[in-house]
């Protein structure tokens, strides 16, 4: 069976440029949760989408969107990039009451 | 609001036992999680723990849950250097357990030879 996948896996963009970051969840697996890690902060949760709906939030400013698709396929999205959205982003998927997943992460920098 | 925490280093002879400590907040916790990272990587889930569970053994690892305390560790057997990561101590109670998990800050484990 297939992990999760996210792509790209490394990106460099510049302040105030937009992003948006893919991820593949396993086969079966309706939801979709984002997670952005860095060494300040540590891991926090940022949304989860869960039949192409936004199921919950945690306290990330509205830059930061996301959105998934009927096949559970998920973007997240951030606007007007910050030097302080460099970070490792992780994204995790799981059945209804199942364990979570977690990809690889796209790494984020932002020059 | 919610929180957990453990302690950032912890260093062990190989061969040794390694016990990583922690402790959370929320007594509502659904799912309690021990996961792993190296570096450059992403998490990978070692083992977990329902909230209504005392103990869980898988191979090598064992965690003890004390609800009482909010007291969670995670015991690994015959540790060997390839065990040297980052291991976070997390817990959740959204519908989907990927939802909305609070991680602590993780500890780092570093084996000695």
């Known amino acids: 069976k297939a992990g999760v996948t996210q792509t790209p896996r490394y990106l460099i963009k510049t302040r105030g440029q937009q992003v948006t970051l893919s991820c593949s969840p396993i086969s079966g697996h309706r939801s979709v949760s984002w997670y952005q890690q860095t060494p300040g902060q540590g891991l926090q949760f940022l949304f989860e989408y869960f039949s192409e709906t936004q199921r919950n939030k945690g306290n990330f400013p509205g830059r930061f969107s996301g959105r998934q698709f009927s096949n559970s396929r998920s973007e997240m999205n951030v606007s007007t990039l910050e030097l302080g959205d460099s970070a490792l982003y992780l994204c995790?998927?799981?059945?209804?009451?199942?364990?979570?997943?977690f990809g690889p992460g796209t790494r984020l920098t932002v020059l | 609001g919610e929180d957990v925490e453990q302690s950032l280093f912890l260093s062990v002879r190989e061969g040794d036992s390694s016990v990583i400590n922690c402790t959370y907040t929320d007594s509502s916790s659904t799912y309690l999680y021990w996961y792993k990272q190296e570096p450059g990587a992403g998490l990978q889930l070692l083992t977990y723990?329902?909230?209504?569970?005392d103990m869980k053994q898988d191979q090598r690892l064992t965690v003890l849950l004390n609800k009482k305390d909010k007291h969670l560790s995670l015991r690994i057997a015959d540790t060997q250097t390839g065990d040297s990561a980052i291991y976070f101590c997390a817990e959740s109670t959204g519908y989907s357990s990927a939802s909305k998990i609070i991680f602590g800050s993780g500890t780092r484990l570093s084996i000695r030879p």
């Open positions: 995790a998927s799981s059945v209804e009451g199942g364990v979570g997943v």
């Open positions: 723990i329902f909230s209504n569970m």
